[in-house]
Every structure is written in structure tokens, then in C-alpha cells.
């Protein structure tokens, strides 16, 4: 699964006050918008598109210097704005998509990751709080009834769809809309509703700062990032065959590699790299090769044990670095392959997957062709 991110900044934010829009002032040392990038990017998505005011030169200027953030000029509507960025975002064709407003800065990795975990089984999923206040309906400063508030909820972002769904639902909607969610109730498919965050507050008024330096303050206080880096080494010499498997791909040889398991060389040096930074042993301690049911086996399993071990254990897989140490088969050509596969196991976006190849000059084993090894390194980060 890839997460892209769509952050709304086109606005004007009058009601804010202070004559610039709101998602431009500082806070706490950054602009508004910039704590609700740094929240993605700190839960691994690094795929960001942000729409802006095209009249208004602050934020072009602002992202001038950075390329990691896609820019796309905005509409005279909320939806125009983001129906312009899910099809600019359409060109990095993810498979799910968090919309979110750039005035909400005190954004948590931990809300992202429950919106990204609700989408595994629904195509849209929003974060809300209950409402708990009693409702009055008021004119001309007068209390005028009351209004029950069972079933209500405060919708927060960012909103979470799978990517062609949202984009089709916006594309074949011609009214306004305060929302996504609204836009995807409107073509027809459910929403799940997921534990918003009462400290992701939106900045409307002009004391919404205070509140939200308070909040991220408070945020900074308790913020002990856990980062762990582990790192794997795995070797299997060739035998007969007519194929090899690295990091899931299956390449044309005239040899093969032997193994208790598939001998995918790289995924099993990756996957010992997860458990080396959890502390959790390797992959002979979870999957013995005396356990007959084992053999043969696709490595991806063991993969994901670690990749699901590192999410139990509260971590979230920041990135992953693999070298294929061989004279053939050559690995340029699958070397994208391998990253998608590897990318899709892992859950990951393919930008945090890396995988290279090199040779050892003809020296040792791997120089005399007897065999492949592989190198891994994978970081892993808690927020606590």
C-alpha cells in the first residue's frame, strides 16, 4: 500500500486575522504548514502534494528550495482545489491518499497511522470526536431550540480514500462541498469512523494560536523518538537450476540458489535487519530450518512476520537498504521490481526501499561465482 498526502493550503483564513493567511504564520518556530508536513513525513510518507493559493506568492515562495513537496495551484472552492490536486497526484498513481488542511499543525503520526491502518479494509476513513457540549440553535443573539446531539460528531483530517475512488468521486461532482468525506458520501460509498484527536485542532480564530502552541509544546515535552537501526547479512552458494529469487523477483539463470527456504539472499538479509533493530534474533529463531514446514518456503512470509513483529512492538519501518553482492545475475535491470515488491510487503512508499547491487571484483566466493550475499540496513522509529 502507498500513501500520498494532499495538503490543502489555498485559503485565504480571514478569520484568523493578522492580514496573512493563517497557514503561513509562524508557531512555535515554524509556519503553521510546516508541522502538518513534518507529521507525514514523520509517519513515513514521503509522497506530499500542496495546493495553493495561485494569486498568493507566499507559499510558492516558501517551497521554492523544496523539491520533496509537490505544488499544484489551487481553485475558488475547497473541492476545486482538491479535485486539482488528486489529478496533478494522479502522476505518482498511489494506491491511497490522506487530504488534510494545512491550517491543522497539531496533526499527530499516531492519528496517521490509525487513518492509514482503517484503510486496509475500507476505501474511506475519517478521523472525529464525539460531540459532547449541548447544541442550542440561536438568531440575532437569542437562543431559539436545542438540538440533540446523539450520533454527532466533529470531522477532523486528514481524510483517508483509496486513491481512484476519491479521484473518481471528485471528478463527477459539480457542487461544493465542506469536505471529502461529503464528496465520497455523494458518490455512494461508506465512510469508517475513526477515534479523532481532540488536540488536532484547526486554527480558525485568532486564539487558535495560543492553543496550538500550547498544544505543540506540550507535544515537544513528551516527544522521545526511539530510533532504532538494524543491519543483515545472509550468503546462499549456487546449485542446479534454472532461475534465482532475490528480494521476490524471479530472474532467469543458469544456476540456482540453495536454501532450506526459496534462498531469496536479499529478503532474508532485510528481514534479519528488522529483527536485529528489535532485538528479536533472526530468522533461524522464528523459522527454524530443522522445522520441515518451512522448506522451500517464500521468503516474503518471513518478511512480513518481522514487518508485522516491528508494528506490535510500536515502531514504524522508516526505510530499508539492501546490497546484492554477485557477478550474475545481473540486478540493474529488476531492480525496480524488487522495490515494488519489497515496498508492498513491507507497506511501505517504494521512495523508503532501496535496493543496489555490486560485485567483488572477482575476489572470494561471491567473485568466483559460487554463491550471492546480500547486505541490509533498516531504521526503525517510535514516537512515543
Given at each position: 500500500m502507498t500513501i500520498a498526502a494532499l495538503i490543502v493550503a489555498a485559503g485565504t483564513g480571514a478569520r484568523a486575522g493578522g492580514g496573512l493567511a493563517k497557514q503561513w504564520r509562524p508557531l512555535c518556530g515554524q509556519l503553521v504548514i510546516d508541522w502538518s508536513i513534518a507529521a507525514f513525513r514523520n509517519a513515513g510518507v514521503s509522497t506530499i502534494y500542496v495546493v495553493l493559493n495561485p494569486d498568493d506568492p507566499t507559499g510558492w515562495q516558501h517551497f521554492a528550495n523544496d523539491a520533496a513537496v509537490h505544488l499544484v495551484a489551487g481553485a475558488k472552492t475547497r473541492s476545486g482545489s482538491v479535485r486539482n490536486g488528486l489529478q496533478a497526484l494522479s502522476a505518482h498513481a498511489p494506491s491511497k491518499v490522506l487530504i488534510h488542511d494545512g491550517a491543522r499543525p497539531c496533526l499527530s503520526p499516531k492519528l496517521i497511522a490509525d487513518i492509514t491502518a482503517a484503510l486496509e479494509h475500507s476505501v474511506a476513513a475519517a478521523p472525529a470526536v464525539p460531540v459532547?457540549?449541548?447544541?442550542?440553535?440561536?438568531?440575532?443573539?437569542?437562543?431559539?431550540?436545542?438540538?440533540?446531539?446523539?450520533?454527532?460528531?466533529?470531522?477532523?483530517?486528514?481524510?483517508?480514500?483509496?486513491?481512484?475512488?476519491?479521484?473518481?468521486?471528485?471528478?463527477?461532482?459539480?457542487?461544493?462541498?465542506?469536505?471529502?468525506?461529503?464528496?465520497?458520501?455523494?458518490?455512494?460509498?461508506?465512510?469508517?469512523?475513526?477515534?479523532?484527536?481532540?488536540?488536532?485542532?484547526?486554527?480558525?480564530?485568532?486564539?487558535?494560536?495560543?492553543?496550538?502552541?500550547?498544544?505543540?509544546?506540550?507535544?515537544?515535552?513528551?516527544?522521545?523518538?526511539?530510533?532504532?537501526?538494524?543491519?543483515?547479512?545472509?550468503?546462499?552458494?549456487?546449485?542446479?537450476?534454472?532461475?534465482?529469487?532475490?528480494?521476490?523477483?524471479?530472474?532467469?539463470?543458469?544456476?540456482?540458489?540453495?536454501?532450506?527456504?526459496?534462498?531469496?539472499?536479499?529478503?532474508?538479509?532485510?528481514?534479519?535487519?528488522?529483527?536485529?533493530?528489535?532485538?528479536?534474533?533472526?530468522?533461524?529463531?522464528?523459522?527454524?530450518?530443522?522445522?520441515?514446514?518451512?522448506?522451500?518456503?517464500?521468503?516474503?512470509?518471513?518478511?512480513?512476520?518481522?514487518?508485522?513483529?516491528?508494528?506490535?512492538?510500536?515502531?514504524?519501518?522508516?526505510?530499508?537498504?539492501?546490497?546484492?553482492?554477485?557477478?550474475?545475475?545481473?540486478?540493474?535491470?529488476?531492480?525496480?521490481?524488487?522495490?515494488?515488491?519489497?515496498?508492498?510487503?513491507?507497506?511501505?512508499?517504494?521512495?523508503?526501499?532501496?535496493?543496489?547491487?555490486t560485485t567483488s571484483e572477482r575476489l572470494g566466493f561471491t567473485g568466483r561465482k559460487e554463491g550471492i550475499a546480500a547486505i541490509a540496513t533498516a531504521t526503525l522509529i517510535k514516537h512515543s
Open positions: 459532547t457540549d449541548a447544541l442550542w440553535r440561536g438568531s440575532n443573539g437569542q437562543v431559539t431550540g436545542t438540538q440533540d446531539r446523539s450520533n454527532l460528531f466533529a470531522a477532523q483530517t486528514p481524510q483517508g480514500f483509496a486513491f481512484e475512488t476519491i479521484l473518481a468521486a471528485h471528478d463527477t461532482h459539480s457542487d461544493t462541498a465542506a469536505d471529502d468525506v461529503e464528496v465520497a458520501r455523494a458518490a455512494g460509498h461508506n465512510v469508517h469512523i475513526v477515534a479523532g484527536d481532540t488536540d488536532n485542532i484547526k486554527i480558525t480564530q485568532p486564539e487558535d494560536f495560543a492553543r496550538a502552541e500550547r498544544i505543540l509544546g506540550s507535544q515537544q515535552e513528551k516527544s522521545a523518538m526511539d530510533i532504532r537501526l538494524g543491519n543483515g547479512y545472509d550468503v546462499h552458494r549456487f546449485g542446479d537450476g534454472d532461475h534465482v529469487v532475490l528480494c521476490g523477483v524471479k530472474i532467469p539463470h543458469d544456476r540456482g540458489l540453495q536454501g532450506h527456504s526459496d534462498a531469496d539472499v536479499g529478503m532474508h538479509a532485510v528481514t534479519d535487519a528488522l529483527y536485529g533493530a528489535l532485538a528479536r534474533g533472526d530468522i533461524g529463531q522464528h523459522f527454524p530450518p530443522s522445522d520441515p514446514q518451512w522448506k522451500g518456503a517464500a521468503s516474503d512470509i518471513f518478511l512480513r512476520h518481522a514487518a508485522e513483529l516491528a508494528r506490535e512492538m510500536g515502531f514504524q519501518i522508516s526505510n530499508v537498504d539492501c546490497t546484492l553482492v554477485c557477478e550474475y545475475p545481473k540486478v540493474g535491470p529488476h531492480a525496480l521490481q524488487m522495490r515494488q515488491v519489497m515496498a508492498e510487503i513491507l507497506g511501505m512508499d517504494i521512495d523508503r526501499v532501496s535496493i543496489k547491487a
